[in-house]
């Protein structure tokens, strides 16, 4: 896929900080209480806007958010430990699955159905480096060990990975239907 313009990326860039907005910032209300999208940006950023200085700008937004979200809406700081310093590292895998994948990808099905896949490697790497930083650096269980950390990730890794799945597959699902529409030829028109 060729690189976007400049107003598609600003563009893309913009929507992409308010979905991560919307559903990481938890304060908006149940009515737009929709599962983190975070993951699923990353690895979407990678694919379409690949730069590295907008990877930082995300990533210096998802703290900004986190942040607002512990110190003024008095959300809860059980994530926010020594941990926290391997977000980037579990974001990283995300941006540069999709950044490997978007010379690859095309608008056929199978194009797109492998980026799918890498999404969910992707997404699974990222899930382990963030769960198991928590769980061995945070602090949280007093007496960590091997079997607690792989029961954990198997409760809480499928959930992680599905909902960056589900905003993955509709948004490889918006980019198949629009290269689609883009190749109809135009309708011709005749003078009555």
Not at 127 to 153: D, K, M, Q, T
Request: net charge positive; proline share 3%.
């Amino acid at each position: 896929m060729k690189a976007l313009s400049r107003n598609t990326s600003i563009n893309l860039f913009v929507t992409l900080a308010v979905v991560m907005v919307a559903t990481r910032f938890h304060h908006l209300g149940s009515l737009l209480h929709l599962p983190d999208a975070s993951m699923a940006v990353f690895f979407l950023g990678g694919l379409y806007l690949r730069k590295h200085g907008q990877f930082a700008l995300m990533l210096g937004l998802a703290v900004a958010v986190d942040w607002a979200s512990v110190g003024y809406a008095g959300n809860s700081d059980f994530c926010i430990t020594a941990a926290y310093a391997f977000l980037p590292a579990a974001y990283a895998a995300l941006w540069y699955a999709g950044r490997w994948y978007a010379g690859r990808l095309q608008a056929s099905s199978a194009s797109l159905l492998l980026a799918f896949g890498v999404a969910a490697l992707a997404a699974a790497a990222s899930f382990v480096i963030s769960n198991g930083s928590f769980y061995w650096l945070g602090g949280r269980y007093p007496e960590p060990h091997f079997s607690e950390y792989v029961a954990r990730l198997w409760q809480w890794g499928p959930l992680f990975v599905r909902t960056t799945l589900t905003y993955v597959a509709v948004a490889l699902a918006i980019h198949g239907v629009q290269a689609r529409l883009s190749r109809r030829p135009a309708a011709t028109t005749t003078g009555v």
